[in-house]
């Protein structure tokens, strides 16, 4: 056969991807095979018109095999129709003269291409309708033992091919399904991979946040400090020169606070809350450092002096040292209060300065959004009360789910 009709062959193998042929060109090369056989015994057997009638046949047969894939594409019920017709052809050369029966082998190419099409028992069906086609072909022939002994091993052919072209369909089923697990294997360690780098990015957003928190907490509040004393030394100095050097004294105290806080945050630690007296006198030195800096009288009020755990103290004094920076900043007035209630928890941050409104404070900066997040991270509320020429009260609370955590960090 020429290196054309060998790529037909192949191609008369449908390359569906669930039911595509594993092996094709071993259906390819197993038609070659039989179909030159059959020529050869044609050409052997016969002479004059019955030869060339059986090699026209052949010649049919090929060409219907061959229009199986191509068929299909165009109408799909044309495999049925070019299956019988195969059928029909092979008929009429088992019914030729003597030794005729050897054109019965062709019957195992419809078969292969039938297991591709249908299911194991339904090819089965079609086997026996062969084997009776091929019994009542050869009976003339051979009688009716002869042609069933025949039409039984011809069967048996067909039933070896079936069975290879159902085991190589299996194993294409197979591969497909392990392809598509591989695949989604595959995307699913992409997720993965994705959400690991999602998962980092927005560790370090939080982080990035933390730290402008921690700034604005306390550099930041420094800083405003410095500013204010800086400007109080400039209008000092043409009017009590002597006082000047006080205020340049405290612009360098404060200067090297700020450089501490930078250290501390620097090193990734929080804001030093004390360590044997705990968040109760972090609190009473953060309301003595604002009267001695900001000439701020804080009125701190404990109702016991129970420690908590050491993130609590530390996102609570910074709370209370941003509410007292916001006093300094925008209340106008030179006294505040702090009340610390260990549990329930409660802080309490108050002045009765000019106020504001809280909707028009919404979102404008680090301040009060700063704090809501810290007392979110713990579990806490947050809520604001003022209004213009009111004062204004931040007050802390613990949530039931925030209670809960509280009591199994004091347990551990």
Not at 167 to 192: C, G, I, V, Y
Not at 281 to 297: K, N, V
Request: some cysteine; glycine content about 8%.
């Amino acid at each position: 056969m020429s290196a054309r009709a060998g790529d037909l062959l192949v191609a008369a193998v449908p390359a569906g991807s669930t039911r595509r042929h594993a092996h094709r060109w071993v259906f390819a090369i197993t038609v070659a095979f039989l179909w030159g056989a059959a020529v050869l015994r044609s050409v052997l057997a016969f002479d004059g018109q019955q030869r060339l009638l059986a090699l026209t046949l052949l010649a049919v047969w090929l060409v219907l095999l061959l229009a199986v894939p191509f068929a299909e594409r165009l109408w799909a019920p044309s495999f049925f129709l070019l299956l019988a017709a195969q059928s029909a052809v092979i008929f009429a050369l088992l019914i030729q003269s003597d030794g005729s029966d050897f054109f019965a082998v062709l019957l195992a190419a419809p078969t292969m291409q039938a297991m591709e099409h249908w299911r194991p028992g339904a090819v089965a069906v079609l086997i026996a309708a062969f084997a009776a086609l091929t019994g009542i072909g050869l009976a003339p022939e051979y009688g009716v033992a002869g042609a069933l002994s025949l039409a039984a091993l011809y069967a048996a052919t067909d039933v070896f091919f079936a069975a290879y072209v159902f085991a190589a369909r299996r194993a294409e089923e197979a591969r497909a399904r392990s392809e598509a697990l591989a695949a989604d294997l595959r995307e699913a360690n992409s997720r993965l991979v994705e959400s690991a780098g999602q998962a980092e990015r927005l560790g370090a957003a939080r982080e990035r946040q933390q730290l402008a928190r921690d700034l604005h907490d306390s550099v930041t509040q420094t800083l405003f400090s410095m500013t204010l004393t800086a400007q109080s030394a400039l209008l000092l100095l043409g009017r009590d020169p002597r006082r000047v050097t006080a205020q340049l004294d405290q612009i360098d105290e404060l200067a090297r606070a700020a450089l501490d806080e930078m250290d501390v945050l620097r090193a990734g630690a929080g804001p030093a809350t004390a360590v044997a007296g705990g968040l109760g006198a972090a609190l009473r030195l953060l309301c003595a450092e604002r009267e001695q800096r900001d000439g701020l009288a804080v009125t701190l009020e404990m109702d016991g002096d129970e420690r908590l755990p050491d993130e609590d103290e530390r996102a609570l004094l910074r709370i209370a040292q941003e509410g007292l920076n916001n006093v300094v900043k925008h209340a106008g007035v030179g006294e505040a209060a702090v009340r610390l209630r260990p549990r329930p928890l409660l802080l309490e941050v108050r002045d009765e300065g000019r106020g504001f409104d809280p909707r028009e404070a919404a979102g404008a900066g680090l301040g009060l959004d700063g704090m809501r997040e810290r007392a979110a991270e713990r579990g806490w509320t947050l809520s604001v009360s003022s209004r213009p020429g009111a004062g204004t009260r931040v007050v802390v609370e613990e949530t039931d789910a925030g209670a809960e955590r509280g009591e199994e960090r004091g347990r551990s």
